[in-house]
């Protein structure tokens, strides 16, 4: 593989001995991994299940290496199922890394395609607020895809500028995580076309962005909150001096160590200016090191205390009065208490909005809640996001395929469906598709046939 001259110089500097272990790597494979979704299954039940050989990567709890020479894991019913996420081992870390607990208010700044929001999400649980942010639009749309699939209902997903964030978020959240754009010089192996894009924009280019971003999240998170920065690049200009940077404007932080691994490396404090000693406890993988490719992690926390919370928005629409009777009887089947004072419909959607929301009024989003569904003439259809959502336990009627069953794929396809051995003399209505109880979607039913409901935009091609 062809690398910049000004590339190898740089990393034969900075890596001195191990600069030719490094270069070896690039004859090497790159390594496939995947994070299962504990907001739906634990790792051990996983592993029990999973179809595929896998084998833990050692630094993170849920995440596994597979062959993806030989495996296609995105083709499989549990990726529809939201049972796990694709994602490089290393690019893993830095949300395994941030300490969140259910109940928080975090913010994901540069959040597509989703692959930490989605581990955040899951963590938080049903309870606290995700709030997955991505200036581009269509990017922010994939993002919200995966938010669904992984069954995140507690969530706002925004596509803003950071500044503007700014102005509705101050000392909001209790942690923020931001995996900055930068120059990717971490994906070499994994994308060459990295290589082009870094000759087109380099380090210097995207350490400007970067100490932009920085300092407006650190406006953004509480007193005593936490904030974890992480690149998928080896330059200090991006790493070190980054959060040197924000040091230095703002002293009311200070860096935190993090869970160690024996192939992590400790930040480089030398490579800033002010030399600042904390930096050692900041996090730089190698892919010579560890069984990944590149990243740079840091930890800081906020001093002092949190004042008052921000004021919860008021609700415009319907919320607050008589729900529909469509909407009642749906619910009637569903064991998840859902507060009715935190329903809101606009139009024909209704929404179960998280608590604590701000006005959000001003800036661009495309969810804020989770969608339960449409009201259209006097019946209630429920929502893909809502099937993914429910545990099969939370919903009255359901069908459960075997993995191995071939009407699964039928179902992803979008086909009507012959049911009547799973089914029998079922009473006919709303259906939660399932495969080995995980479920899918919607489907239904009626006199043994299944008339298909999963959202076409999702459909399996």
């Excluded at 006005?359 to 993914?388: N, Y």
Aim: proline fraction near 7%; hydrophobic fraction near 35%; aromatic fraction near 10%.
């Amino acid at each position: 593989m062809r690398l910049p001259k000004e590339f190898e110089e740089k990393m034969r500097e900075l890596l001195k001995e191990e600069f030719p272990d490094y270069m070896a790597c690039y004859g090497k494979p790159r390594f496939y991994g995947l994070r299962v979704n504990t907001g739906k299954i634990t790792a051990e039940e996983f592993e029990r299940i999973c179809p595929f050989p896998i084998h833990p990567v050692p630094w993170i709890g849920n995440g596994y290496y597979y062959d993806g020479e030989s495996v296609t894991p995105s083709k499989h019913p549990y990726y529809y199922a939201g049972l796990y996420y694709l994602q490089e081992p290393s690019a893993m870390t830095p949300a395994s890394r941030l300490p969140v607990e259910p109940g928080d208010k975090v913010l994901d700044v540069c959040a597509a395609p989703g692959g930490k929001a989605t581990e955040l999400g899951a963590r938080l649980g049903r309870e606290g607020l995700l709030v997955a942010n991505d200036l581009s639009s269509s990017r922010a749309k994939g993002l919200l895809k995966n938010i669904e699939v992984f069954g995140i209902g507690n969530v706002l997903v925004l596509s803003e500028e950071p500044g503007k964030l700014c102005d509705h978020f101050p000392e909001y959240f209790d942690k923020i995580l931001i995996d900055a754009p930068c120059s990717g010089e971490g994906m070499f192996r994994k994308d060459k076309k990295m290589v082009k894009a870094w000759e087109e924009h380099g380090p210097e280019f995207f350490s400007n962005i970067q100490r932009g971003i920085i300092l407006k999240a650190a406006r953004m998170l509480k007193p005593g909150g936490m904030l974890l920065y992480s690149t998928c690049t080896f330059d200090a200009r991006e790493n070190e001096q980054v959060i040197g940077y924000l040091l230095a404007a703002c002293p009311e932080f200070c860096v935190m160590p993090m869970e160690g691994y024996e192939g992590f490396l400790e930040g480089r404090p030398e490579l800033s200016d002010p030399v600042c000693r904390g930096l050692k406890e900041t996090v730089r993988i190698f892919p010579h090191r560890m069984d990944g490719e590149g990243h740079y992690l840091a930890l800081l926390k906020k001093k002092g205390t949190a004042g008052k919370p921000v004021p919860a928005r008021e609700r415009s629409g319907r919320g607050k009065e008589k729900l529909p009777e469509e909407l009642k009887e749906f619910l009637e089947e569903v064991s998840v208490s859902f507060d009715s004072g935190r329903m809101d419909i606009r139009g024909e959607r209704v929404y179960y909005m998280p608590q604590e929301l701000p006005d959000v009024r001003g800036i661009r989003f495309l969810r804020t809640g989770l969608l339960l569904g449409e009201l259209k003439k006097k019946r209630f259809e429920p929502s893909q996001a809502l099937a993914m959502y429910l545990k099969k336990e939370e919903y009255r009627k359901t069908i459960d395929f075997g993995a191995a069953d071939e009407r699964i794929f039928r179902y992803l396809k979008g086909e009507t469906l012959e049911v009547s051995d799973l089914a029998g003399k079922a009473e006919k209505g709303w259906y939660l598709v399932c495969v080995d109880s995980y479920p899918l979607g919607w489907g239904k039913l009626s006199k043994g046939t299944l008339k298909n409901k999963y959202l076409p935009g999702w459909r399996l091609c």
